[in-house]
């Protein structure tokens, strides 16, 4: 049904004459209808759907943000348009007060639409264009003066908190604007200590994401203690974002005692945040263990308090870490015999301790209360009462306690025999298997099945995968994940956090106690050795699509492009482009290796031009070669005849060849769109040179010859003295005219026939230095011009051979 009716909702949204309520409802089942099926979405469609974010109505202008935050999460690249409109809306609604009474809630305009401006704001990376950040920032700014105010009523307090708060979000997440970074530190330290509970709440919040990004945590560090009495908070989702916060914030250097504090609180901890607090305590533990018995100790006790919410991947792991580390073996090995001889042993204890001493039982069989009848009495008085899978692992054990105390042999095949009659058909196979085997003759084949198991290969924690597929639920994606800022830094871990947790190879049954069924066919993840094998094969890789056409790429050229792009090559200042609806000028200036172009925007039509639009684009293979920064954006609304600008500043950083585009799209009934290529080509960033001749043949024999010589024939449609090319006269003044709009230094009395040219120059580049050329031309005017050109660097042959052509 999806893709029956998306095109006409698609239809209603985008038409010119569908009224303010019937966009509203079109954008909102658009984005009901993606939620359900994501394909609907053309990708052709972005473009205008960005466009109606500058809607006059807030409300149509809400609800489609709404949809464009649905749509950005998945496709970051085709909706990157949608940046730039969140940050001048933002601006226009908080600053220069776009809004009608109508949005003003309690003196906060608006503020839905600017919870979720800010929010969208936090899908991508920070811009790098400094007008765009100089918007954010003032925002901002604006927004954290106005939370300042006082004698606010609930409501307004609610609404002003719930921007302020993503505001602070925002601020984190740029990470660059250290004058705001100073103010938010201060104040989340005030509402992490406020008598409301939702302020309490966003507070922890924030500041967990401010861990997440900060440097330093020495200004979370100074609320360690309220940050730890949250635990006790009489409201539960304040208790988990403190337990987020503790997390997050937790280093060498505090580690023990917030992991002793979290295990304290986990005694009386509500049952909704047990498993989560087990893992993150186990994650902690093993992450800034610096002493055996300390990593131990904790680990054990852990799921001695919890074993009922200790899911399988903890005690796996902790076998995994004591199988893989020689120096944690014997003390392990100890202290998990001391809790199976405990009357009351939680089961996933049992199982800890039934593969640990299995494997590791013979290292301390000559210590005291540790002899090989200790440990298998000790085993055997749980099989009663375990699970199972449990059995399973025991008698796994026992056949390893035949290869390494024969001195107990006829009480191990006691066991085997009593369990050969067993209902249990997994149990029964496995109990005649293992009698079989200690009844051989000889102990060849018992050593070799029961050799000591090799080191687990190194892997991701699944612990990670488990805690993160908790935040993966929600219909908006994080841009950052728990765990502080080591964390974040991680690629694996962030993909975890944002694609729903790593998958596992092995099962899970989901009960500590263990299922009949999966204890039935011998499949649960418990049941054999194989279940300890964790591991992680990576997200899920995506579906394979094909990319969205970049429509501000040189690909999408509009037609007519050519004849203002080939006269502003020769030219600084001219008109771009022209047609029966906008005209584009431009106006440029080249200092050295930096270029400032003014694009200016004339609306011809009788009515008004909204939605105004810019994007440029680069070619990947020439990022980096040459970078700009967009110093001013122009106006998203044009009146007849109206004109705004554009200010473009440009660095050559190294040769480039390819010059960058410009996509314009506007509403003027329908969406209207052109695609330009600017005249930033590298002849641009040449400085004509002066050389006398002596210096100039010089130069001319120490860098003639290939590869950096290059010369060209150009043939000429000829004519009487002079020829003509598409009725303008070649000759030796249109020669010189254009010699030096290419922006060589004409040299005069330097070739012998003085009919010839000869010219020098020095391209800029900041990062690749600077370049000298040479030319000379040799005109014929009736029939051809030969050009011969001469380059310190061989690569800028072909580049600067190109812009000539």
Same mark, same amino acid.
């Given at each position: 049904?999806?893709?029956?009716?998306?095109?006409?909702?698609?239809?209603?949204?985008?038409?010119?004459?569908?009224?303010?309520?019937?966009?509203?409802?079109?954008?909102?089942? @658009?984005?009901?209808?993606?939620?359900?099926?994501?394909?609907?979405?053309?990708?052709?469609?972005?473009?205008?759907?960005?466009?109606?974010?500058?809607?006059?109505?807030?409300?149509?202008?809400?609800?489609?943000?709404?949809?464009?935050?649905?749509?950005?999460?998945?496709?970051?690249?085709?909706?990157?348009?949608?940046?730039?409109?969140?940050?001048?809306?933002?601006?226009?609604?908080?600053?220069?007060?776009?809004?009608?009474?109508?949005?003003?809630?309690?003196?906060?305009?608006?503020?839905?639409?600017?919870?979720?401006?800010?929010?969208?704001?936090?899908?991508?990376?920070?811009?790098?264009?400094?007008?765009?950040?100089?918007?954010?920032?003032?925002?901002?700014?604006?927004?954290?003066?106005?939370?300042?105010?006082?004698?606010?009523?609930?409501?307004?307090?609610?609404?002003?908190? $719930?921007?302020?708060?993503?505001?602070?979000?925002?601020?984190?997440?740029?990470?660059?604007?250290?004058?705001?970074?100073?103010?938010?530190?201060?104040?989340?330290?005030? *509402?992490?200590?406020?008598?409301?509970?939702?302020?309490?709440?966003?507070?922890?919040?924030?500041?967990?994401? @401010?861990? $997440?990004?900060?440097?330093?945590?020495?200004?979370?560090?100074?609320? +360690?203690?309220?940050?730890?009495?949250?635990?006790?908070?009489?409201?539960?989702?304040?208790?988990?974002?403190?337990?987020?916060?503790?997390?997050?914030?937790?280093?060498?250097?505090?580690?023990?005692?917030?992991?002793?504090?979290?295990?304290?609180?986990?005694?009386?901890?509500?049952?909704?945040?047990?498993?989560?607090?087990?893992? /993150?305590?186990?994650?902690?533990?093993?992450?800034?263990?610096?002493?055996?018995?300390?990593?131990?100790?904790?680990?054990?006790?852990?799921?001695?308090?919890?074993?009922?919410?200790?899911?399988?991947?903890?005690?796996?792991?902790?076998?995994?870490? #004591?199988?893989?580390? &020689?120096?944690? +073996?014997?003390?392990?090995?100890?202290?998990?015999?001391?809790?199976?001889? +405990?009357?009351?042993?939680?089961?996933?204890?049992?199982?800890?301790?039934?593969?640990?001493?299995?494997? *590791?039982?013979?290292? #301390?069989?000559?210590?005291?209360?540790?002899?090989? #009848?200790?440990?298998?009495?000790? @085993?055997?008085?749980?099989? =009663?009462?375990?699970?199972?899978?449990?059995?399973?692992?025991?008698?796994?054990?026992?056949?390893?306690?035949?290869?390494?105390?024969?001195?107990?042999?006829?009480?191990?095949?006691?066991?085997?025999?009593?369990?050969?009659?067993?209902?249990?058909?997994?149990?029964?196979?496995?109990?005649? &298997?293992?009698?079989?085997?200690?009844?051989?003759?000889?102990?060849?084949?018992?050593?070799?099945?029961?050799? &000591?198991?090799?080191?687990?290969?190194?892997?991701?924690?699944?612990?990670?995968?488990?805690?993160?597929?908790?935040?993966?639920?929600?219909?908006?994606?994080?841009?950052?994940?728990?765990?502080?800022?080591?964390?974040?830094?991680?690629?694996?871990?962030?993909?975890?956090?944002?694609?729903?947790?790593?998958?596992?190879?092995?099962?899970?049954?989901?009960?500590?106690?263990?299922?009949?069924?999966?204890?039935?066919?011998?499949?649960?993840?418990?049941?054999?050795?194989?279940?300890?094998?964790?591991?992680?094969?990576?997200?899920?890789?995506? /579906?394979?699509?094909? =990319?969205?056409?970049?429509?501000?790429?040189?690909?999408?050229?509009?037609?007519?492009?050519?004849?203002?792009?080939?006269?502003?090559?020769?030219? $600084?200042?001219?008109?771009?482009?022209?047609?029966?609806?906008?005209?584009?000028?431009?106006?440029?200036?080249?200092?050295? +290796?930096?270029?400032?172009? #003014?694009?200016?925007?004339?609306?011809?039509?009788?009515?008004?031009?909204?939605?105004?639009?810019?994007?440029?684009?680069?070619?990947?293979?020439?990022?980096?070669?040459?970078?700009?920064?967009?110093?001013?954006?122009?106006?998203?609304?044009?009146?007849?005849?109206?004109?705004?600008?554009?200010?473009?500043?440009?660095?050559?950083?190294?040769?480039?060849?390819?010059?960058?585009?410009?996509?314009?799209?506007?509403?003027?009934?329908?969406?209207?769109?052109?695609?330009?290529?600017? =005249?930033?080509?590298?002849?641009?960033?040449?400085?004509?040179?002066?050389?006398?001749?002596?210096?100039?043949?010089?130069?001319?024999?120490?860098?003639?010859?290939?590869?950096?010589?290059?010369?060209?024939?150009?043939?000429?449609?000829?004519?009487?003295?002079?020829?003509?090319?598409?009725?303008?006269?070649?000759?030796?003044?249109?020669?010189?005219?254009?010699?030096?709009?290419?922006?060589?230094?004409?040299?005069?009395?330097?070739? =012998?026939?003085?009919?010839?040219?000869?010219?020098?120059?020095?391209?800029?580049?900041?990062?690749?230095?600077?370049?000298?050329?040479?030319?000379?031309?040799?005109?014929?005017?009736?029939?051809?011009?030969?050009?011969?050109?001469?380059?310190?660097?061989?690569?800028?042959?072909?580049?600067?051979?190109?812009?000539?052509?």
């Amino acid at each position: 049904m999806g893709e029956a009716l998306s095109g006409e909702v698609h239809r209603l949204l985008i038409s010119p004459t569908s009224k303010a309520f019937v966009k509203k409802k079109a954008a909102l089942t @658009l984005l009901r209808l993606y939620r359900k099926s994501p394909e609907i979405v053309q990708p052709q469609w972005a473009e205008r759907i960005i466009s109606l974010m500058d809607d006059v109505d807030l409300g149509v202008a809400l609800s489609v943000t709404s949809l464009v935050m649905a749509l950005a999460q998945d496709n970051l690249e085709q909706y990157k348009g949608a940046y730039a409109k969140a940050a001048g809306r933002l601006k226009r609604i908080v600053i220069d007060g776009e809004y009608s009474p109508d949005y003003l809630y309690y003196k906060v305009p608006c503020p839905w639409i600017q919870v979720k401006l800010l929010r969208l704001l936090q899908y991508f990376p920070p811009s790098e264009d400094s007008h765009v950040r100089d918007m954010i920032r003032d925002s901002l700014q604006k927004i954290l003066d106005l939370a300042l105010e006082t004698n606010k009523n609930v409501q307004q307090n609610n609404a002003q908190n $719930a921007v302020l708060f993503e505001a602070i979000n925002l601020i984190i997440h740029l990470d660059t604007e250290q004058a705001l970074m100073k103010q938010i530190s201060s104040r989340l330290g005030r *509402f992490i200590q406020s008598r409301e509970t939702n302020v309490r709440y966003l507070g922890l919040e924030a500041m967990t994401h @401010l861990a $997440a990004r900060a440097d330093t945590l020495d200004p979370i560090k100074q609320h +360690q203690e309220v940050i730890i009495g949250s635990l006790k908070d009489r409201d539960i989702s304040v208790r988990r974002k403190g337990l987020d916060l503790l997390y997050s914030m937790c280093d060498a250097s505090n580690a023990r005692v917030l992991v002793g504090e979290l295990l304290h609180h986990l005694q009386n901890a509500d049952f909704a945040i047990r498993e989560e607090m087990v893992l /993150k305590i186990a994650i902690l533990t093993e992450k800034y263990a610096t002493d055996v018995q300390w990593y131990v100790d904790i680990s054990l006790r852990l799921i001695a308090m919890a074993g009922d919410h200790v899911s399988d991947e903890v005690w796996q792991r902790v076998i995994q870490i #004591i199988t893989n580390n &020689e120096e944690l +073996q014997v003390y392990a090995a100890q202290n998990t015999l001391q809790y199976c001889k +405990q009357d009351h042993c939680h089961e996933t204890l049992v199982k800890i301790g039934a593969y640990i001493l299995g494997e *590791f039982g013979h290292l #301390i069989a000559e210590e005291r209360g540790c002899s090989p #009848i200790e440990q298998f009495l000790a @085993l055997q008085s749980k099989l =009663p009462a375990c699970s199972s899978s449990t059995r399973g692992m025991i008698l796994s054990c026992f056949i390893k306690f035949v290869n390494l105390f024969p001195e107990i042999k006829p009480q191990l095949i006691n066991v085997f025999s009593v369990y050969s009659h067993t209902l249990d058909p997994e149990l029964q196979q496995r109990a005649c &298997e293992y009698l079989a085997l200690a009844s051989m003759p000889t102990d060849d084949l018992l050593r070799t099945v029961c050799d &000591e198991m090799p080191p687990f290969p190194e892997r991701e924690s699944a612990l990670l995968s488990r805690l993160h597929q908790k935040h993966s639920k929600t219909s908006d994606k994080r841009t950052w994940v728990v765990g502080g800022k080591d964390a974040n830094a991680d690629a694996t871990e962030l993909a975890m956090a944002k694609q729903g947790g790593l998958r596992r190879t092995f099962t899970t049954n989901g009960h500590a106690n263990g299922g009949a069924a999966a204890a039935a066919n011998g499949h649960s993840a418990a049941n054999d050795l194989a279940g300890l094998d964790m591991s992680n094969v990576g997200p899920a890789e995506a /579906k394979a699509l094909k =990319p969205p056409p970049n429509l501000a790429s040189a690909a999408h050229l509009s037609p007519g492009w050519e004849r203002g792009f080939n006269r502003l090559l020769l030219k $600084a200042d001219g008109v771009l482009y022209e047609d029966g609806q906008l005209q584009v000028g431009v106006r440029s200036e080249y200092r050295g +290796q930096m270029a400032c172009l #003014i694009l200016y925007f004339t609306n011809k039509t009788p009515a008004l031009i909204s939605s105004f639009t810019t994007t440029l684009d680069l070619d990947e293979s020439e990022k980096g070669n040459l970078t700009w920064d967009i110093k001013g954006l122009p106006e998203t609304t044009l009146a007849q005849g109206a004109q705004s600008q554009q200010v473009i500043v440009f660095e050559a950083k190294r040769v480039f060849d390819k010059s960058p585009t410009i996509r314009i799209s506007y509403l003027a009934g329908a969406l209207q769109a052109l695609t330009l290529k600017l =005249p930033v080509t590298i002849h641009k960033f040449m400085d004509p040179a002066e050389l006398s001749s002596e210096d100039f043949f010089k130069r001319w024999k120490q860098i003639g010859g290939a590869p950096r010589e290059a010369q060209q024939i150009f043939g000429l449609a000829g004519g009487g003295g002079g020829s003509k090319d598409g009725g303008r006269e070649i000759n030796e003044a249109f020669v010189r005219t254009v010699v030096e709009g290419f922006r060589w230094g004409v040299l005069q009395g330097v070739d =012998p026939n003085q009919r010839n040219f000869v010219g020098a120059s020095v391209v800029h580049t900041s990062e690749g230095g600077k370049y000298g050329c040479l030319l000379r031309l040799e005109p014929n005017y009736a029939t051809q011009v030969c050009l011969t050109f001469l380059f310190s660097q061989p690569g800028l042959i072909e580049v600067v051979c190109g812009s000539l052509g």
